[in-house]
C-alpha cells in the first residue's frame, strides 16, 4: 500500500465516506449538521445515487411507496408518482448534493481497492487507484447492490447475440422486433418485463423460483392529490405515516414476526387472487405460483407483471436451463430457445465473499474482516461497528436492515455513528472501538429473535433466497422500525471504547 502520511501524522480528512449513494449522501448530511465537515467522500462511479445512477433499465422504478423512500428532513410533495421512477430517484440524489453543498467534496471515478488501520497512527488508510486517502474514521456507504451477479450456467460467456445485465443497461440496445430472453425473476425482472415485452418480437422469460408478485398501490400525484398534500394541514405528515405503516406491514412486520403477526398468510391470499385475476392460463398461473412463504425472498410489486404472461408473444420457460449457446439458451431435454438477445435480470452479490466487505480491510494486527465474519458469521454491533475494527463504521452492516425503507436505515445507522463522533469530539478520542462483550449481547439478541422469523421456518425451504449467507443464518434485523430507531437514539456510549492518541494533536481538535 502507498504511503502519502507517515505514521504519526494527521490524517488527511477526519472522516472518509465510500460511497456516494443515498447512504453516502445521508451521512455526509449528517456529518455536516455535526459540524464535522472535514469528511471526504469516494465514490468509483461518475455520479451520484448509487443504484439509482448505475441501474438505468426500461422500467426501473421504486418498489416503495416514495412517501417512504426519502429523507425524513428532504420529503418532496412533488413526485410524479407514489412509486417514483429510477430517473427522478436519481434526479433527487443530485438535488440533495447540490442543495447541500457536498459536490466538491466528492472524488468521483476513484475505487477503494483496500483498507488498513493504522493502529499508530489511530488512522486509516485507503487505497484507492488514485492513491492513498487517510482519514481518522471511515464509513462504509457501499450499499448492498452494487456488484452484477452473472449466473452460474454454462456457456454463458458464449453467446453470440447481445448480453446485457440489468444492472448496467446499454440504452443503445435495440429490442424491437427482436427475440429476447430474460433469465430471472426478481424485483428488477418484474419492472422489466411488462416494460419491453411490448416492442420485442418475442420474449421468454426464464424462471427458476417464482415470485410472489403483489399489486402495486400506485398511480399518478396529480394537480388535484399534489395541491392537497401541499395545502392541507397535516396532509404530508399523514401521507408519510400511512406510508411507512404500510411497508411495515408488507415485510419486516410479517417477516420477522411471522410467529406472532400472521400477515404473511394474508399477504399469500392475496398474492394468489391476484394471480387468478391477472392471469389467464391456468397452467401458467400455476408456474407463476411460489411454493414458498411470502417474505422468505423479497416480493414484487407490479400491477403489469403477472398480465404479461398473457401475451402471446410472452413465453414463461420454467424448465431448467442446461447451458446458454451462441444461438440461445437451451433446456432440459434439449430445448434451444433461439435469441438474438439475453438480458441477465439475475441480481448482484449479496452475503457473497467479495461484497462483504466490498473490499480487503484489515483491522487491528492485520486482522482480515472478511475472514473474521467467514470465521465467526456475519456480525456487528446494530450492524454498524465491529470488534477489531476500530474507527470503521457501516450503513449496511450485518444485522443493521430490518427490510423496511432504506433511508429509514441510513438515518437510523447515520444517527448512532454521529452519536459515536460527537463523543469523541467531545472527549478528544482518536479511537472508537464497539466491546467484544456488547458485540456479542447484540449478536446474541438477534439469534434469539430467530424463532419468529419467517426464514427459519419450512415454508422457506424452496425459496432459494439471498437474504441466507453462506453460514444459513439471515443478517437482517429482525426488529421493527420504531426499535431500530429508538436504539440508535439510546444506546450505551460505554458499549465503546474511547481512547486518545496522545500525540501529536487529533485531527479536528482545533474546532
Ligand atoms: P434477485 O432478486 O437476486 O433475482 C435474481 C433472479 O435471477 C432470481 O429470479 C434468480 O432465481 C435468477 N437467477 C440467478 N441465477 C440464476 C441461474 N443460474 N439460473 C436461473 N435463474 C437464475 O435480483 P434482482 O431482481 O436484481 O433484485 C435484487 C434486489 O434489488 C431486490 O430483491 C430488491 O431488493 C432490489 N431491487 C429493488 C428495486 C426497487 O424498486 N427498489 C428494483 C429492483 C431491484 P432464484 O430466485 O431461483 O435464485
Known amino acids: 500500500m502507498r504511503t502519502s502520511a507517515a505514521a504519526g501524522t494527521a490524517p488527511d480528512h477526519e472522516v472518509a465516506i465510500v460511497g456516494a449513494g443515498f ?53 418532496r410533495s412533488d413526485w410524479s ?36 488501520y493504522d493502529e499508530e497512527g489511530h488512522l486509516w488508510r485507503l487505497d484507492t487507484d488514485r492513491g492513498e486517502v487517510t482519514a481518522r474514521f471511515v464509513i462504509g456507504a457501499t450499499g448492498v447492490f452494487s456488484q452484477p451477479k452473472l449466473p452460474d450456467i454454462p456457456g454463458v460467456d458464449e453467446f453470440a447475440g447481445t448480453t446485457a445485465h440489468t444492472a448496467r443497461w446499454d ?25 419491453i415485452a411490448p416492442e420485442v418480437e418475442k420474449l421468454t422469460v426464464f424462471q427458476r423460483t417464482p415470485i410472489w408478485c403483489l399489486p402495486k398501490p400506485d398511480g399518478p400525484i396529480d394537480g388535484a392529490r399534489r395541491w392537497a398534500l401541499e395545502n392541507l394541514p397535516g396532509a404530508k405528515l399523514a401521507t408519510r405515516l400511512a406510508s411507512q405503516l404500510y411497508v411495515e406491514l408488507t415485510f419486516p412486520l410479517p417477516a420477522h414476526f411471522n410467529g406472532v403477526i400472521p400477515l404473511g398468510k394474508q399477504g399469500e391470499r392475496v398474492g ?8 389467464d392460463d391456468p397452467v401458467v398461473r400455476d408456474r407463476l405460483t411460489p411454493r414458498y412463504g411470502l417474505g422468505c425472498k423479497r416480493p414484487g410489486f407490479s400491477n403489469e407483471y403477472l398480465a404479461t ?17 451462441a444461438a440461445g439458451v437451451s433446456t432440459i431435454g434439449d430445448r434451444l430457445h433461439e ?25 487491528r494486527s492485520g486482522l482480515d474482516l472478511e475472514e473474521w465474519w467467514d470465521e465467526n458469521r456475519f456480525q456487528a454491533y446494530e450492524g454498524v461497528s465491529v470488534p477489531g475494527f476500530p474507527n470503521l463504521f457501516a450503513i449496511l452492516g450485518p444485522y443493521g436492515y430490518n427490510g423496511a425503507s432504506y433511508f429509514q436505515l441510513i438515518e437510523t445507522q447515520v ?19 464497539v466491546t467484544r462483550e456488547a458485540n456479542d449481547r447484540y449478536f ?62 487529533p485531527a479536528g481538535s482545533h474546532r
Not at 455535526?34 to 445515487?49: C, L, N, R
Not at 435495440?174 to 418485463?193: D, F, H, N, P, W
Not at 444517527?415 to 472501538?433: D, F, G, M, S, V
Open 415 to 433: 444517527r448512532h455513528i454521529c452519536r459515536c463522533l460527537r463523543h469523541a469530539r467531545k472527549e478528544r478520542a482518536t479511537a472508537i472501538e
Open 444 to 505: 446474541r439478541q438477534m439469534l434469539d429473535r430467530r424463532t419468529h422469523q419467517i426464514f427459519f421456518q419450512d415454508t422457506c425451504a424452496d425459496a432459494n433466497s439471498y437474504y441466507f449467507d453462506r453460514h444459513g443464518d439471515v443478517p437482517l434485523r429482525p426488529s421493527p422500525s420504531v426499535e431500530t430507531h429508538w436504539r440508535s437514539a439510546r444506546f450505551d456510549l460505554d458499549d465503546y471504547r474511547f481512547e486518545r492518541r496522545l500525540s501529536p494533536a
Open 272 to 279: 394468489r387472487r391476484f394471480l387468478r385475476e391477472e392471469v
Open 309 to 325: 404472461f398473457n401475451r402471446g408473444n410472452v413465453e414463461l420457460e420454467t424448465t431448467a436451463i442446461e447451458a446458454v449457446t
Open 339 to 363: 435469441l438474438d438477445v439475453l438480458v441477465l435480470a439475475t441480481g448482484f452479490k449479496v452475503f457473497d465473499r467479495g461484497n462483504m466487505p466490498p473490499y480487503p480491510i484489515k483491522g
Open 23 to 75: 447512504s453516502g449522501i445521508g451521512a455526509a448530511i449528517a456529518l455536516d449538521r455535526a459540524e464535522i465537515d472535514d469528511w471526504v467522500m469516494i465514490e468509483a462511479g461518475d455520479g451520484v445515487g448509487g443504484a439509482w445512477h448505475w441501474n438505468t433499465y426500461p422500467g426501473v422504478a421504486v418498489d416503495i411507496p416514495s412517501f417512504s423512500y426519502q429523507f425524513s428532513f428532504a420529503k
Open 171 to 195: 440504452h443503445d440496445l435495440e429490442l424491437a422486433g427482436k427475440r429476447v430472453g430474460v433469465i430471472g425473476t426478481g424485483a428488477s425482472a418484474v419492472q422489466l418485463v411488462p416494460s
Open 81 to 116: 408518482r407514489i412509486y417514483a421512477s429510477g430517473a427522478e430517484l436519481k434526479r433527487y440524489a443530485e438535488d440533495l448534493v447540490d442543495s447541500h453543498g457536498l459536490r466538491s467534496r466528492i472524488r468521483f471515478d476513484t475505487k477503494v481497492g483496500g483498507a488498513a
